[in-house]
């Protein structure tokens, strides 16, 4: 295949011309940078009153359109290479250009048949099947849905995926990105999902959010089909232990994963409301692309909970020190009454709606209940298989006219400073850093001894740089 139909160059520049676009920014995966200067310099050629900008080492994830950067080149459309989350932009018009990945679609129908009828001989080929695919292989879907009909199945709904200018800022899809109508009066609940493509984070999100279908893929690389239910169930117990732990977890760190999908600002203002109401202590951080060596760094934080697309937010937290948990997953932890029944929910947009009406519903119980509020009360843990007290964190509480000689820390948590008049006032830190600092952090900082170290005259120290001191002479080597 040619760089001009892998790259898709035909119709790159007629939505170019079309939007009459000045400033474009490339965006290619890591897997595609090698191809990236014959692309932009093709592209010039072509179109040589327009800018192009190569946009590498994404902030993010390679599956987001990475609008901060776009936005560094003042770029008015990113033109989006390789594997797309598909998630909505709200700042820059996007074109997504998928490639053409190898599909045999004649055998993906006869391993699709010869699977589903030895899973379940009764239904056979008059299951009802949504069929969904990975972003690369999108171009073959009238050719799936043609070889699916052609060996029998007679009940097969397709999905559509729009890769335009307009495809992010699309209002509504039905499942990441891909466009589907069910006929009159059937339920997706009624409908096996069929994905084609390999392993992927798209994969596993798509079982994950539709847990009560029954699942089955084709990789189109090893050409096998398989049934992906059961590993759902195995997913889903992982995951119901990272929200046992968040449940335990009395500092909570908000990790921003994504500048650009639409409703992550919301969301996060929202999350740390509801940590605030459930007496709990929310940090926001922002590190880029989270890694255990960044994470690790936030010792008094016991559990993250990770603001990304749905591609990006689901993380496998074995090697990092702390459970990192989704949206979702941390309101299932918080939510007074709210239980795992298995649904599963990565939608930006729907959490932030959702999630800030149970904030307010928690803050105003706590001002109902008062003093007798239950969670002050210990809960059973599941992870320790004990009871579990609950440490309330607010604001810093200052008293004035502390009895204290000299600036410094007195008991755990508190700290007196003396004020210019000479006032003594009494800061409690009711801080979870500053609790992590004072009981469990052995460096503290430079001891303050204030009138215990004797006054010694300034002595001249050495001059020069590192190389040769002055007073060392110039000595050869």
Known sequence: MSLEEAFEIERTLA????GSYKKVALQFPDELLPQSTSVALLLKALAPDVSFFVLADTTYGPCCVDEVAAEHVLADLVVHYGRACLGRVSRVACLYVFGHAPLDATHCATALTSLMRTIDPDQGTNAHILLL?????????????SALKEAGFSNVVPSHINAGVDAGNLE????????????????LSEYAIVFIGGESLTLTNIIMTHSGNQSYSYDPVSKVARE?????????RRRYVMVQKAKDADV???????????????LIEHLKKLITACGKKPYLIAVGKPSPAKLGNFLEIQAFVLVACPENTLVDSKEFMQPIVTPFELEIA???????TGQYETDLTKLAERIGLEADEEIQRKLDMGSEDEDDEPHFSLMTGGYKSRKQYGDAEETQDAEAGVDG?????????RKPAGAVSKFVMNSAAGDFLNSKRTFKGL??????????????????????????????N
């Open 15 to 18: 939505a170019i011309q079309q």
């Open 133 to 145: 695919f990975d972003t690369p292989y999108q171009w073959a879907s009238e050719n799936v849905y």
């Open 172 to 187: 509504k899809t039905s499942s990441y990105g891909r466009k589907y109508t069910l006929p009159d009066g059937k339920l």
């Open 228 to 236: 992906e239910s059961s590993a759902v169930n195995k997913m889903l």
């Open 252 to 266: 909570i760190g908000i990790v921003v994963g994504t500048l650009g999908v639409v409703s992550y600002l919301p």
């Open 334 to 340: 918080l939510v007074r009454g709210k239980e795992w």
């Open 409 to 417: 820390e007195t008991s755990e948590g508190a700290v007196l400073l």
């Open 447 to 476: 001891e303050v001894k204030l009138g215990e170290t004797a006054v010694e005259t300034a002595n001249e120290g050495r001059a020069g740089v590192a190389s040769g001191y002055s007073e060392e002479g110039n000595s050869a």
